[in-house]
Structure formats: C-alpha cells, structure tokens
C-alpha cells in the first residue's frame, strides 16, 4: 500500500499519536472515521460505509454530523471502546487538526445513566515495591466519577479485599497499575464479572514522586498526612489524576475532595456476598427483583446512587446508624410532611453532575437554570422539617444546614438575575440572559430588539403606503431580508424597490433601506450573541468556581432523599426499627425476608442465636425455605446496618463487623470455573476473613463433590468456625448427619424448616422451628417433577432398604424402623443417632442399642467392606445385593 497522504494521511499520523480504539476526526460539518475505524464505527452503529480517494488508494470512510457526535461516542464508549476526538482549527494557512479529547468509559461526560460511573485505579504494592515500607496495605485504589467529581481512595491487604472494592464501587474503567501482568486473576475477575475496560496507562503516571506531587496539587499539602494511606494508595490517585487530564475531560476543577474509605467502621461485603444476596442485581443480572430495586423509593438520581452506596457500604459505627434510624422514625410517622419533602425532591436536578458540567465547559444555559432551581429546593427541605416538631428535632434538621446556605441562596440570586427564563440550549446566538443584567448588554438588546421591530412591521408600512397587496417580509440563507410582493401586485411596486428574485406567484425586491438595516441586525445580532456568550462564560465560571458548595448542597438533599426513601418503604411495608446494640444477640420475631415479601404471601420466621446459640443447622426437605430463611436473617442484617427499619415485627441486633455468604453456585457455572473449585475458594475465603462478629451463611456447602468428602468438608468446616472463628453462623444442609454436631458442640443448635406429610403428600409449612429433621423428601419432588411411578415406588423401596442397612450397621442388629444415623469423622464410620456419647437428634427411631458394645472380629471384616463401598458409584441395584451380601455374612 503507498502511504497515504491528503486527508487520510493526516488521519492515520494522528491515530498513530494516541492509543485510543478510534478516532474521529472533523472535517468541516463532520466527523469522519477512515480506514479499519470506519469498519469498526459502522459495523457497531448501522452507519454506511463510503469510499474516500486518496491519491490512487480508496479508503472506506463513515461520518456523523458534528452536532450529533455525542450520542455515538456514548455509544461507542459505552461499548468499551476509547474514542479520540480531534477537532479542526483556523491556521493561517487554512486549517489544522489535533485530538483534544480521548473520551473513554471512564471519562465519559455526556452519561445520561442515573447511576454512579466510576473510574479505577488499583497497585498492586508488593509487586510494583510502593509498599514497601511495609505499614501500608498491599493494594491501593482510587475511584474517581467524574460526572460528579466524586473522589475516594481505599485500601485492600490482599487481592481478595481488593476485588471486593472494585465490587463495591462496580466501576465501568479500570486503570492498572504499572507492574500489572494481563493473566492476573483480579484482572480477570476485574473484566469478567465486573466487565470493566482494562486500560494500561503509562507507568509514569504511577511514579511515587509523580502521584504524591499530583495529589497534593489537587486536593492540598496535607492531603496525604490527613488521609493516612500508603504508598499504593497514592500512586492509585496520582495515576487517576493524571488519566482524567490527558484524556481532556477537563474535569479535574470539579474533584475538590478526596474521601478515604477505611475498613474500620465498614461491615465486610465480599464480592460472592454482594452478588448472593442481590443487592443492585439478581443472579441472572437482574436490576429488577435485586434488593437495591425494591427499596428504592428514591426521587433523585443523586438520591437513588446514595442509597445505593449505603447498601452497599453498610456501617458498623452505632452511633452513625442510630442517627439514620432517628430521621427515618421521624420520616415514617410524619406520612404528610414526607410527601411535601419527596414531592418538593421530585423538583431537583443532579447537581454534582451539573456541576461537573460547569467546570468542563459544557454546562448550557438550562443547565444553569436547573442549578438555581435546584438550590431553590433546599430551603424548601429546610421549612417542610422545620414546621414538623419530629422532624425539626431530627438529624434531618441538621443535615439541610450543613451546607453554607447563605452561600447558596447569593448564588441563586446571582443566577435568577442573569438567566432568562426561557433560554434556547446553544450558547451562541444569545437569547440567555436578562435585561437589567449588564448594561453594555441591555444596550445592545435594545438596539436589536428595535431593528427587529422595524423589520417586522415593514410589510404592513409598505402595504399601507403604497397600496400593495399581498406583502411579506422575510429572510433566508441566499437572498437575505427581502420583501415579497404577490405578482398581480408586482408591477405596481414604488421605483426604488430592486427585483432580485421571480417566483412562480410573486416575486422578491430589495431596497437601500432594507439592506442597511440587514447589514445592522447582522452585527447586532453578532454582537450580542458574542456578548451574551462571553457573560454566560462568566456566569458560568462562577458557577464552576462553587463546584464544591454545589456538591454540598447536593449532597444534603442526597441524603434526605434516601431517608425518606427508607422511611416510605418501611411505613408501606410495615417494618419496624431493631433495636442495635453492640452485642451478641440476634433476634428476629417474625422476620420476613424483604424481596420475597413483595410477591409472596410471605410465611414469617424468628431467629434467636446469641453467644451460647452461636451456630444453626438449617435442615428441612428441598423447596421448602432453608435459603430463603437464611438470606432473610443476611437481608435483615444488613438493612439494619444501613439505618433502615427492617421486615420483622421486632427485631434486636448485635451488629456485626462482616456478612460472609456462600449461596448457590449455578452462576459460577456459566463462567466455565468449576462449581466445586469455586465453592471451596470461597469457603477458604470465609474460614480466614470472618471474625466473632461476623454473620456466615452457608448453603449447602460440600455439594459440589462426592457424598463423603461433603459430609467431611462440611464437618470440619463447622468445627473450625464453631471453635477457632466462632462466628455467628446459618449452615443449611441436606446432610443430615450434620445434625449430630448440636451432640458435640455447645454452641451448634438444629433447626429445620417443617413440613408435613401426610399419605406420601408433603406440604411446605415454610415455619422454621427447633431441632433437626432428617427427610430430604427428594423423592417427593421427583414425584412432583414428573418422574414416572415405577421409578419414584422404586426409589422409596430402595431408600428404605438403604435406611435400614444403615440402622442395621450402627446397630448390630435387624430393625425395620428408619433410624438417624450420624457420620462419625473420627472413627470414618456412620453410628446411630443414639450412641454412646449422646441422646437422639430427635428422630422417629424407637429402639436404642446398647452403649458400649464391642464388635466382634468377624463383624469388623464386614464393616470394613461395608465401608469400602463407594456409594457415590456403585448402581443402586448392585447396592442392594452388597449389602445383602454383607448382612447375610454378619448373621453367620
Ligand atoms: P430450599 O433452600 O429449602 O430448597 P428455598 O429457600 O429455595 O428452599 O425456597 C423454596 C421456595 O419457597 C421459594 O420459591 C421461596 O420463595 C418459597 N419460600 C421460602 N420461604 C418462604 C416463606 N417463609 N414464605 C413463603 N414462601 C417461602
Ligand atoms: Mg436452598
């Protein structure tokens, strides 16, 4: 291929200059994407494909208009790609181009999604050697919205803790640190299960020196005294710093506060648990259906992004959460001043996002009329909690006086002054502001206004004076102002009319007058759009000079929204406020699990645990609420630890430092790691990160493999979070067995979800009660499945001949009741539920066998087959005759 040169060349020098996916480039009306990116952009967005002649080449070319470029670029980006944009420029020499913006999915301005759009930055400090010094924690992050100009540093000690930050604040871009390789296992999980775009940006910007300087330029000296985090952290800031100002999002004004998010006064959320308990999303990656959703009451967009982080982010600090639950008592009762505050909420506009805008340069006149009106709304708030005695006596009260109200209200003023009020959306042609507001201005407007009067009252002057009918007066782009006279009027126009154009009916004249007084308008109306303009910038600028106060006010009105949010949904839904205390205690009287309630005619459920009821053995059939109930007691948890009142009838709760679940494993699958593998990890995951205070759902755990490497998986997974982590725990599982561990563990107590059954039917009673079961009922559902009669009558034949084997074995002898029996770790075999060391699990086994017999010789071979057998895969039917065989042996 020759080298390309003209328009093209230029295009392909300048995509050689940036490291970004595509480029657009203008040319005059358009942007115009060459070459492979014009492949790319009309592939992903229906545009057609053109051919462009370069000296002898052909080179495919698509473009958009320059006015309508935002809508493509959000959707490029938004499709993970990075997009230059180079504009085109008046030289001397005609014109020139260069990229002024590398638009990215983290640096995207024009989102108009409500949700929060965070960019990341994460070092991995004991591989890059910033941590050197061995106090800090080995990752570092930093999270920047820069529609907002929101700004949050944290610290993770292994990658783990670090995956769950980057869950947490679900960002849509990521930027790696310099030492990053690309099979990283966050950075996998990073892609994967976040979809974040992965970009390298250059090592430099990671530099300790570099990072440190740029911080503390940004956000002040003391900053990294103040926030106290290490080496990682910083080089995370620094890097972002610098990505958002290379790209030119031109942001960087807006981001007036950096905020450390410190473990301490957080309650633990792992990755796995967030997505267990689907707190924005359901399992299938639903929004709707996900916790987030159903308590979601808010009216802002800014309203609904905190509440969001609040689930997310849920606080350990009592004093933090008694506060919440004030104004949300306060809220809940006071149904008629919620409504003013929501309805009066309902009026704001995002303006963190409008401040933003303010500072890039791109806020509209509109945008600064939502802005006023926008500060309007909160001395509303401030006389609606001020005229309610509750409500006045709140936290609320305090929380709309935070913000420099008088500050606000000049800025208000300022803007009430200058805006008018009903200004077009280009900031060019005038038409913004007020009369009154400058008198340069008013003068020019003046003028404008006069010229514009004179030429609209011309046709009625001429028509009158010189008897003419059929007169318009009117403008376009070829023949300027003119004045048009119907044709059978035509011949009877005064002399000094100049003909310049025939029509088919009419026909067009100028005249002296006429020209002097387009040629005035035209440079009036030059003039005051420049004017206007170079106010509105001013204007403007002020605006983005208070980012700050309007983040401020912002963010008051934030988080009287989302209590009231909270408030509406728990006077909706009858919740009541848990008492929190720093205790062990959790109990729940007929809690209900909060999803659930929405579409279910929902069976309630207590929990009692406290230091000497630690641990629960959930058992019950299938299908019958064993998940349910323990996601109900996590939900409940957690909604408490936001503030928020909570689905029970009264509810006392020791807060905990953590939630840790491990909850089904049918998504795992779909990613291709094996289910067991995952489940296992993750159990790891648990046994070394919850502490006493934390809560622990397990559901089911040891699944994933052969029966007996469960059972014991299971086993000694209890016994170490029982005596070595001693965490509140919910373990629900269908190995009864487990059942037995209530016998050796002071702190283990059954419960089972009951069902009752009744001639071979079983129905779901979903009323969770003390002690254990023993019936899997799976027979039931395959039943219910549809599986044939034969197969199911067979299936409960065999059952009962296995039952009775395996009373048989524990016992020493024949009985043909169902017995429970108990996997015995340490002697690796099953024993009766009634052996030496304890009473019966409750069961339906009548018979007791002696305590303490001995086994004799022979019967030791036997059980030694007996327990050679691989159940897992022996055919049943062979089963059956084995253990014929075996009993027959033991009866001689
Ligand atoms: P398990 O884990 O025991 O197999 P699940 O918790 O998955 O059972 O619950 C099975 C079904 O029963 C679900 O559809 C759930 O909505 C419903 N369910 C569970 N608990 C209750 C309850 N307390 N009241 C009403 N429906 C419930
Ligand atoms: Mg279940």
Same mark, same amino acid.
């Given at each position: ?56 080449? =052909? ?58 759009? @965070? ?90 020196? &570099? ?81 987030? +959703? ?20 849920? +606080? ?36 963190? /996002? ?32 001020? =005229? ?48 009154? @507001? ?8 003046? +003028? ?26 009117? +403008? ?42 387009? &040629? ?61 205390? /720093? ?232 009985? =043909? ?76």
């Amino acid at each position: 291929m020759t080298e390309a040169t003209g328009i093209v060349g230029e295009f392909l020098s300048l995509k050689e200059n940036t490291d970004a996916e595509l480029l657009a480039m203008q040319c005059g009306d358009f942007y115009e994407f060459f070459d492979e990116d014009a492949e790319i952009v009309a592939d992903e967005l229906d545009l057609k494909v053109s051919k462009k002649s370069s000296h002898g080449s =052909s080179y495919p070319m698509a473009g958009v208009p320059v006015d309508d470029l935002t809508p493509y670029l959000k959707a490029l980006v938004e499709r993970g790609y990075r997009v230059a944009v180079a504009d085109q420029y008046e030289t001397d020499s005609g014109h020139a181009r260069e990229i002024v913006r590398v638009v990215t999915p983290g640096t995207l301005l024009e989102t108009t999604d409500a949700d929060a759009q @965070y960019l990341a930055a994460v070092v991995d400090g004991s591989r890059s050697g910033a941590g050197s010094s061995g106090a800090d924690a080995d990752y570092g992050l930093a999270f920047a919205d820069v529609t907002t100009g929101r700004f949050l540093v944290a610290e993770a000690d292994d990658s783990d803790d670090a995956l769950t930050e980057l869950y947490r604040f679900d960002p849509v871009e990521v930027l790696p640190g310099p030492d990053a390789r690309t099979d990283d296992d966050l950075l996998n999980a990073v892609r994967e299960r976040i979809g974040a775009t992965l970009t390298l940006h250059e090592t430099e910007a990671f530099a300790p020196k &570099r990072a440190d300087h740029a911080v503390r330029e940004q956000f002040g000296t003391e900053t990294v005294e103040r926030l106290s985090v290490g080496e990682p952290t910083v080089a995370a800031a620094g890097a972002i710093l610098d990505y958002v100002e290379e790209t030119g999002a031109g942001v960087l004004a807006s981001m007036t506060r950096i905020q450390a998010h410190h473990g301490d006064d957080h309650v633990t959320l792992d990755a796995t648990t967030q997505r267990n308990l689907e707190l924005t999303e359901t399992m299938q990656g639903e929004r709707e259906g996900s916790l987030f +959703r159903t308590i979601d009451h808010t009216e802002t967009s800014a309203g609904g992004r905190l509440l969001k982080e609040w689930l997310q982010r849920p +606080r350990r600090s009592l004093e933090t959460l008694e506060q919440r639950q004030e104004s949300v008592a306060a809220l809940s009762t006071a149904a008629l001043a919620r409504d003013e505050l929501r309805d009066e909420l309902g009026e704001a506009y995002d303006l963190a /996002r409008l401040a933003s805008k303010a500072t890039h340069g791109s806020a509209d006149a509109r945008d600064l009329l939502s802005v006023r009106d926008t500060l309007a709304v909160l001395p509303t708030l401030a006389e609606i909690i001020q =005229s309610n005695p509750d409500l006045a006596e709140s936290p609320l009260a305090e929380i709309v006086d935070r913000p420099d109200r008088e500050a606000a209200a000049d800025l208000r003023e300022t803007l009430a002054e200058a805006l008018a009020e009903d200004p077009p959306s280009t900031v060019t042609q005038g038409g913004l502001l007020t009369r009154g @507001y400058d008198p340069e201005l008013d003068e020019v407007i003046e +003028r404008h206004e006069e010229v514009r009067e004179w030429l609209d009252t011309l046709a009625e002057r001429e028509k009158r004076q010189y008897n003419l009918s059929h007169v318009t007066v009117d +403008r376009n782009k070829t023949d300027g102002y003119y004045i048009q006279v119907g044709k059978s009027a035509a011949d009877g126009v005064p002399d000094h009319y100049e003909e310049i154009k025939t029509l088919k009916n009419s026909k067009r004249f100028t005249t002296d007058e006429l020209e002097e007084k387009e &040629r005035e308008i035209l440079r009036l109306e030059e003039q005051r759009g420049d004017l206007e303009y170079e106010l509105f910038e001013e204007l403007r600028e002020e605006v983005a000079e208070r980012a700050e106060l309007l983040q401020d006010v912002g963010r008051a009105l934030a988080t009287v929204d989302a209590l009231a949010s909270l408030a509406t949904h728990a006077a909706e839904n009858r919740w009541v406020q848990p008492n929190l205390h /720093r205790g062990d205690r959790l109990a729940i009287d007929q809690g209900r699990h909060p999803v659930v309630e929405q579409t279910t005619e929902f069976v309630p459920n207590d929990v009692e645990m406290d230091e000497d009821r630690g641990f629960l053995v959930v058992t019950g059939p299938n299908m019958s609420g064993k998940s349910t109930y323990m996601r109900q007691v996590a939900c409940i948890v957690l909604l408490a630890q936001i503030g928020s009142f909570v689905p029970a009838k009264d509810a006392e709760i020791g807060l905990v430092d953590g939630i840790f679940t491990r909850v089904g494993a049918l998504d795992e699958l779909a990613q291709g790691r094996s289910t067991f593998m995952v489940e296992m990890s993750e159990l790891s995951n648990i046994l070394h990160t919850a502490t006493e205070d934390s809560l622990v759902i397990l559901d089911e755990v040891g699944r994933g493999t052969a029966t007996y490497d469960g059972i014991s998986i299971a086993w000694a997974a209890t016994e170490y979070l029982h005596n070595e982590v001693q965490a509140k725990t919910l373990f629900a599982t269908h190995y009864h067995e487990l059942t037995g561990l209530a016998e050796e563990l002071p702190r283990v107590a059954n419960v089972h979800v009951a069902a009752d059954e009744s001639d071979g039917d079983v129905t779901f009673l979903r009323t969770v009660r003390d002690g254990p079961t023993d019936r899997s009922y799976g027979i039931h559902v395959a039943g219910l499945a549809g599986v044939p009669d034969p197969v199911v009558d067979r299936s409960r034949t065999v059952l009962e001949r296995l039952r009775e084997e395996k009373a048989i074995e524990a016992k020493g002898g024949g009985s =043909s009741e169902p017995v429970q029996t108990v996997f015995d770790l340490s002697s690796g075999q099953f024993r009766g539920s009634a052996s030496a060391d304890g009473g019966s699990p409750a069961d339906d086994s009548g018979s007791e066998p002696d305590a303490g017999e001995t086994v004799e010789p022979e019967a030791k071979d036997v059980l030694e087959d007996l327990e050679s057998i691989d159940v897992n895969t022996t055919p049943p039917i062979e089963l059956v005759s084995k253990v014929q065989e075996l009993q027959e042996r033991l009866e001689d």
